[in-house]
């Protein structure tokens, strides 16, 4: 009799909510944690089907899936929104099984779900705080980001023509030291209320940062259209602002990029609307100009990169830098970032920032992807023979390398060529990466976990996916953008949102890396905020192989000073 209490106990004291059904899905058993989410007691839901719970809100579509998955799998696992005895409609996280006999034959249903209602006002608090800029309302950079590339991949099948418009205030930073921030600040709620005041609602307006600003014209017929907003934005903004009493005066530049000829991709139509907008800065300001060929960076240093970068990979000339990453509460270093770096005799130091995007859009990222990993491979064995065991190494993976089908089968030939352990490497997605073909992205993320490699999503809150998502996939870690950890000293909205996202990543088990960390403040907020791993010039730049061991016995000799102390 024993194991039967215990097992009643257990029914009856878990905080998730049991129901149990025959093979007729009539309900035989549900535990203490359904009475207390649905209202509904055991005595009025014996003898009923599940569907006293449906909310409405799925279609039929949904039910159908979910039952093929139980049949066919034996198995479902997802969100689903039900309906308590009050009316209420509430979200849940469900897990369906069936039971069979030894013949095989379904004898009963079994259904273990959690009220997952907080986490949906987190989860959408977080978004708002997120995607909207919290002086003016209005879109930010990343939902803008997000919203044109929605709007680019539903034009892709058609001919349609959008254009992304770059305005620029000028000289605002002197007006703004003049009038100080407060009247700065009611300045750009201004400028947004005019331009609001004549864009149309398909219309995309954003505050990009500062006093910058972006706004796509969706369907234009001829770029004409463009030039005429562009014209009707300046003027407006030619009117005198009221601050106060005092007048002030503002002009714009503007620069624009048309879909498709000047790109397929957000990321490309937002930069070549931001150059022409310096064309036009640089012209004599007040005006508009569209991007064009010539504004492109010197066309021979871009052919000798390609040629360049070519031969490197070939003859693998680059350096590996690592930044140290370290455990807030230990104070210990847990692991490093690899952050590749190239010297080249013809085009001198070559930052990532120009070389990293070119092999992205070349399709040369795959081989100097190869290369960054077994140049990781050798440091490894190095420090293996010195003694330096088990650090965990983070490396960043573009999405095109990670989305070839023999992504798996190449990393791991690499690491068996070297002696290497997937335990030791810690794969650095972006949150674009993962959000492409969902389902095969999930299967490809638990086969890398099952083989040791811990999971990261890099950069968190500057691409796309829903905080919503995030537990479907394996991850052990999830690194906050250094360009929210750079203001949560200063913006109380902007604390409100890294405090969120920790939690949130706290009750999903997943650990939290905050990335550009810099000042002593910032370190002492995030410490109060429970964030897991620090990383960023507070601690160290990145450093090559050989300096990274002396900073391992430099920060040695401090913690046994600090123990001393």
């Not at 449906?54 to 039952?67: D, I, L």
């Not at 407060?182 to 864009?199: A, F, K, P, Q």
């Not at 492409?436 to 811990?454: A, Q, R, Y």
Request: net charge negative.
């Amino acid at each position: 009799m024993y194991p039967n209490k215990l097992v009643e106990e257990v029914f009856h004291s878990t905080t998730e909510g049991i129901m149990i059904t025959d093979e007729q899905m009539n309900i035989l058993l549900v535990n203490s944690a359904f009475e207390m989410v649905t209202g509904y007691s055991l005595e009025e839901v014996r003898g009923k089907n599940p569907r006293i719970l449906h909310s409405g809100k799925q279609e039929a579509s949904y039910y159908a899936q979910m039952w093929n998955d139980i049949k066919t799998k034996g198995v479902w696992r997802g969100e689903i929104w039900n309906k308590r005895k009050s009316g209420e409609i509430y979200p849940e996280l469900l897990s369906i099984a069936s039971i069979v006999n030894v013949e095989g034959e379904i004898t009963n249903f079994f259904g273990v779900f959690s009220d997952i209602s907080h986490r949906k006002v987190v989860e959408k608090e977080i978004e708002e705080l997120t995607f909207t800029d919290h002086l003016t309302n209005i879109a930010n950079r990343y939902s803008f980001n997000e919203y044109l590339n929605v709007l680019i991949n539903s034009s892709k099948q058609n001919e349609c023509k959008h254009a992304v418009l770059f305005i620029d205030l000028d000289r605002f930073k002197q007006i703004n030291e003049s009038v100080g921030n407060d009247s700065g600040d009611l300045i750009l709620t201004e400028v947004v209320n005019r331009i609001n005041g004549i864009i149309r609602s398909k219309d995309i307006f954003a505050r990009y940062g500062g006093d910058e600003f972006l706004l796509t014209l969706n369907n234009i017929h001829h770029q004409k259209e463009a030039a005429s907003y562009a014209k009707k934005i300046s003027k407006l903004l030619n009117t005198p602002f009221n601050i106060n009493g005092d007048e002030i005066y503002i002009t714009s530049s503007i620069g624009i990029s048309i879909y498709q000829q000047d790109g397929i991709s957000a990321e490309k139509l937002i930069h070549k609307a931001d150059k022409a907008m310096y064309f036009a800065k640089q012209n004599g300001r007040n005006q508009y100009a569209f991007y064009f060929e010539e504004l492109k960076s010197d066309s021979k240093r871009l052919l000798l990169l390609e040629s360049e970068l070519r031969k490197a990979i070939q003859k693998k000339e680059f350096t590996i830098y690592y930044q140290p990453k370290v455990s807030i509460e230990k104070q210990e270093i847990i692991g490093v970032e690899a952050l590749v770096r190239w010297q080249n005799e013809k085009l001198g130091f070559v930052s990532p920032g120009e070389f990293i995007p070119y092999a992205e859009d070349t399709g040369l990222i795959i081989p100097l992807s190869e290369v960054i990993i077994e140049k990781v491979c050798l440091d490894i064995i190095d420090w293996r023979n010195k003694g330096i065991l088990n650090l965990l190494v983070s490396i960043n993976i573009a999405s095109l390398h990670f989305q070839q089908d023999d992504f798996i089968e190449r990393i791991n030939s690499i690491l068996m060529q070297y002696n290497c352990s997937p335990n030791q490497l810690e794969l650095e997605l972006t949150e674009r990466t993962i959000m492409n073909d969902t389902e095969g992205i999930v299967e490809k993320l638990i086969k890398l976990k099952n083989m040791g490699f811990k999971i990261s999503i890099d950069d968190f809150g500057t691409g796309y996916s829903s905080l919503s998502y995030l537990n479907r996939f394996p991850l052990n870690y999830l690194k906050i953008d250094g360009s929210f950890v750079k203001q949560i000293t200063t913006l109380k909205d902007m604390q409100a949102i890294v405090d969120c996202i920790i939690m949130l990543a706290h009750r999903l088990h997943i650990k939290v890396v905050a990335e550009g960390v810099e000042t002593k403040e910032q370190v002492k907020l995030l410490k109060e905020m429970d964030c897991d791993i620090i990383q960023g010039y507070y601690y160290s730049r990145p450093i090559p192989s050989k300096e990274l061991l002396d900073f391992f016995e430099l920060w040695e000799i401090h913690k046994i000073e600090r123990n001393v102390l």
